[in-house]
Nanobody, 130 residues
Framework: QVQLVESGGGLVQAGGSLRLSCAAS????????MGWFRQAPGKDREFVLA????????YYADSVKGRFTTSRDSARMTIYLQMNSLNAEDTAVYYCVASDRIRFYDGSNYYTQDVAYDYWGQGTQVTVSS
């Protein structure tokens, strides 16, 4: 049973930074891709980034490129989302996700679609005040 538990959300002023964590359990393969989605009120879920557990290859959405970075701690089975230069448009519930059905080398952008991910955390709220 795969479980993903996010933490680190909260309220931050525009221009500030926040770091989210996602602790994973039950991942039995190093071929998993993990990542983050977000959903703002009244909007569809939006891809933020994806990282493959084995090699650390990462893809970012254009909206966060240059501001958000991710890292992983294999010993703790945890990934982190460092968010800098936050603005009001970043306000959303952030979800940690995982999938064993994504292969970055196939050349598709399947990893940007929410249906590609089988496992979702409960979400953590990030609110950016302007």
């Amino acid at each position: 049973q795969v479980q993903l538990v996010e933490s680190g959300g909260g309220l931050v002023q525009a221009g500030g930074s926040l770091r989210l964590s996602c602790a994973a359990s039950g991942l039995t393969s190093s071929t998993y891709v993990m990542g983050w989605f977000r959903q703002a009120p009244g909007k569809d879920r939006e891809f933020v980034l994806a990282i493959n557990w084995r090699g650390g290859v990462t893809y970012y959405a254009d909206s966060v490129k240059g501001r958000f970075t991710t890292s992983r701690d294999s010993a703790r089975m945890t990934i982190y989302l460092q968010m800098n230069s936050l603005n009001a448009e970043d306000t959303a519930v952030y979800y940690c996700v995982a999938s064993d059905r994504i292969r970055f080398y196939d050349g598709s952008n399947y990893y940007t679609q929410d249906v590609a991910y089988d496992y979702w955390g409960q979400g953590t709220q990030v609110t950016v005040s302007s």
